[in-house]
């Protein structure tokens, strides 16, 4: 079974830092694309940035680029998303997704599956 936890969030002011996990199981982890997604109260789910655990290429929606870096490490089946600089409108929860990258200039990411994990929370503070 397929399997994808997310963990790592919590509050932190603006300006502050955050590293989340994605920890997977059931599947052969290096040869994925793992992506993370957030979604805040009222707003609809969004790419944030994707890893592909093959290669460590990223890719990062605008919003985040210059903030947010996506590392994969393969030995523990877990991709981190490492948070700076961080701004209240990061504000979400934030969900891991495997899936296929398939932006050219926008960032664009389609998810093998609709079913989402609990997520963890990320909360900035102004």
């Known amino acids: 079974e397929v399997q994808l936890v997310e963990s790592g969030g919590g509050l932190v002011q603006a300006g502050g830092s955050l590293r989340l996990s994605c920890a997977a199981s059931?599947?052969?982890?290096?040869?994925?694309?793992i992506a993370w997604f957030r979604q805040a109260p009222g707003k609809e789910r969004e790419g944030v940035s994707c890893?592909?655990?093959?290669?460590?290429?990223?890719y990062y929606t605008d919003s985040v680029k210059g903030r947010f870096t996506a590392t994969s490490d393969n030995a523990k089946n877990t991709v981190y998303l490492q948070m700076n600089s961080l701004k209240p409108e990061d504000t979400a929860v934030y969900y891991c997704?495997?899936?296929?990258?398939?932006?050219?200039?926008?960032?664009?990411?389609?998810?093998?599956?609709?079913?989402w994990g609990q997520g963890t929370q990320v909360t900035v503070s102004s």
């Open positions: 890893v592909s655990t093959r290669d460590g290429s990223t």
């Open positions: 059931g599947f052969t982890f290096d040869d994925y694309t």
């Open positions: 997704q495997s899936g296929t990258y398939y932006g050219v200039t926008n960032y664009h990411f389609r998810p093998d599956s609709d079913s």
